[in-house]
């Protein structure tokens, strides 16, 4: 595992986008795994201007987003889909059909894991999975809980995850209150995996990457993947 440290916000996008970059220059057609949150828009940011200033081409990227909430269509403002089209997919020149979520919106939340584990794999797997983390260690939506869960999945989101999230909805109520998440287990086949942290998860990437591996702080699992690289702020 690498730890990059940097000094704030701008030092971390940057270094992200240009890891991300040099993937896509390494493998025109590769598979990216991205990411929702505060943490990567401002390495969207810096993938857009690369892109604008003719320096990323985007048109064989295949992506595939962690998570969604669950009861929310893709045009809803609070949608992952809607975020990322947002932020990344309307301003690069990446195939709409190449760009991927779960629908949250599936009538059949059971079938739509199945859909979407199958689609990953079926795209031949990630190449690089950009990740953040949440408050409490959470990975994607893969709240704290007994066991590390394998595949794609429906989540009941913890009370901390809705109360972190609301910030961005009008009203608390409005956070949905589950989502579909790739499992642990998905998160790990990825070939590289790059985790994004702020000054203010500083003390739980701490206890992920040096303290015992356990489900209870799912992050702690990345310690035995192969390939990580973590970039972790040091002011906010
Ligand atoms: C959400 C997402 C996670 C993300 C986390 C942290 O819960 N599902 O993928 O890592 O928030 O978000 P932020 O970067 O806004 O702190």
């Known amino acids: 595992m690498r730890v990059l440290e940097v000094s704030n916000y701008e030092e971390m996008s940057a270094l992200a986008a240009e890891l991300i970059g040099a993937q896509v220059l390494l493998k025109p057609r590769c598979v990216l795994g991205l990411a929702t949150g505060s943490s990567p828009i401002g390495t969207y940011e ?3 201007e690369a892109h604008r200033e003719g320096r990323l081409d985007f048109s064989q990227v295949r992506t595939v987003n962690l998570d969604e909430y669950c009861g929310l269509r893709g045009d809803d403002p609070n949608s992952y889909r809607f975020f990322m089209d947002h932020h990344l997919f ?10 991927h979520l779960p629908n949250g919106a599936a009538p059949d939340l059971e079938e739509e894991c199945h859909r979407y584990e199958a689609l990953i794999q079926s795209l031949g797997g990630v190449d690089l999975q950009l990740l953040g983390i949440g408050r409490n260690g959470h990975i994607g939506f893969n709240e704290p809980s007994d066991s590390f869960p394998p595949v794609v999945h429906t989540v009941q989101l913890t009370e901390s ?3 972190a999230n609301s910030r961005l909805f009008e009203r608390i109520e409005d956070v949905p209150t589950q989502a579909i998440t790739m499992g642990v287990g998905t998160i790990l086949k990825a070939e590289r995996i790059l985790l994004i942290a702020g000054a203010d998860k500083r003390y739980i990437l701490e206890e992920a990457l040096t303290g015992r591996v356990t489900p209870q702080v799912p992050a702690s699992v990345l310690q035995l993947h192969r390939d990580v690289t973590v970039i972790v702020c040091r002011e906010e």
């Open 46 to 48: 810096r993938l857009v």
């Open 90 to 99: 309307s301003r690069v020149n990446l195939q709409r059909e190449n760009t």
């Open 161 to 163: 995850t809705i109360q």
